[in-house]
């Protein structure tokens, strides 16, 4: 029976980057800093309710509050008046920034 040699720290380095850029790649990543990553995988993200913002934070969609904007557009059934809706989608914006720290974009400012 061959030893299974321990990875060097160098080889661990490489497997952290690796590993780093699959979960880039397929939008896993919820959160990184200081060399800690928080990987979530797709099921649970849709579960805890956080699968759009990872994805809009990735490129891979739109922002959640436009989202949460168009769904309520939807559910009208009409679109409704645009002054009305432009005022609503900011209340909304902004109201998802105060609850999530994230800074609130152009698009969302008056």
């Given at each position: 029976?061959?030893?299974?040699?321990?990875?060097?720290?160098?080889?661990?380095a490489?497997?952290?980057?690796?590993?780093?850029?699959i979960a880039?790649h397929?939008?896993?990543?919820l959160?990184?800093?200081?060399?800690v990553?928080?990987?979530?995988?797709p099921?649970?993200?849709?579960?805890e309710?956080?699968?759009?913002r990872?994805?809009?934070?990735?490129g891979?969609?739109?922002?959640?509050?436009?989202l949460?904007?168009e769904?309520?557009?939807?559910?009208?059934g009409?679109?409704?008046?645009?002054?009305?809706?432009?005022?609503?989608?900011?209340?909304?914006?902004?109201?998802?920034?105060?609850?999530?720290?994230?800074e609130?974009l152009?698009?969302?400012q008056q």
């Open positions: 029976m061959s030893e299974i040699l321990r990875p060097t720290e160098a080889q661990q490489a497997a952290y980057d690796q590993i780093a850029a880039r397929h939008a896993l990543i959160s990184a800093a200081g060399g990553i928080t990987i979530v995988h099921r649970t993200q849709r579960e309710g956080i699968f759009e990872i994805q809009w934070l990735h891979w969609g739109k922002h959640p509050a436009k949460e904007h769904r309520a557009i939807a559910e009208a009409a679109v409704p008046d645009m002054d009305k809706a432009q005022a609503h989608y900011q209340a909304l914006a902004r109201e998802i920034a105060e609850r999530t720290g994230e609130v152009p698009e969302h």
